[in-house]
């Protein structure tokens, strides 16, 4: 990121926790040094997951948003490596694991939860086409079928702070 992207991205972060690290040059200079191996894409989605996780309510350190992320001469060196998904086999750039593995137990969880509370055998090729918003939408209606019918006191407890967290219940 240059200078001028940092100071962008910083505005960003201002608006959203009406703070003032945009207009102080060294705060600039300093966040610069951190972020300037990084894409400006992959940070903005880096917010943009931090804004929706449970730390939303305060304004995001340096670390939290570069967790997980590459610079762009670590995703340079592993553009050609490959992982095979242990849920469907399918091999698939390393960069892209992470969101194909969380697509795939998506998937398992439909499956598996659809056969034990809807008594329903489903294809999982149908939620393979789905967008992601398609199927976080199956995903979120499945959770709350779950939610009403286990008996599973753990796992409706846990189901119960997640669903309240994105309000849906």
Request: charged content about 35%; aromatic content about 10%; proline content about 2%.
């Amino acid at each position: 990121m240059t200078i001028e992207e940092v100071k962008k991205f910083l505005k960003r972060i201002d608006m959203n926790y009406q703070t003032n690290l945009s207009e102080d040059k060294d705060v600039v200079r300093e966040w610069h040094t951190d972020l300037k191996n990084y894409s400006n894409e992959d940070l903005d989605k880096s917010l943009n997951e931090y804004m929706k996780s449970n730390y939303a309510s305060i304004p995001p350190k340096r670390w939290a948003l570069l967790n997980d992320l590459k610079t762009i001469e670590q995703k340079e060196a592993l553009k050609d490596i490959y992982e095979t998904c242990i849920f469907c086999g399918k091999k698939v750039p390393l960069l892209e694991y992470k969101k194909h593995h969380g697509r795939c137990l998506d998937i398992a969880y439909l499956i598996k939860n659809g056969k034990k509370f809807l008594n329903k055998d489903w294809d999982k090729e149908q939620f393979y086409k789905m967008t992601d918003a398609e199927l976080e939408d199956k995903v979120i209606k499945m959770q709350l079928i779950v939610y009403d019918k286990t008996t599973n006191l753990q796992e409706k407890a846990m189901l119960e702070i997640y669903l309240k967290r994105i309000k849906a219940i």
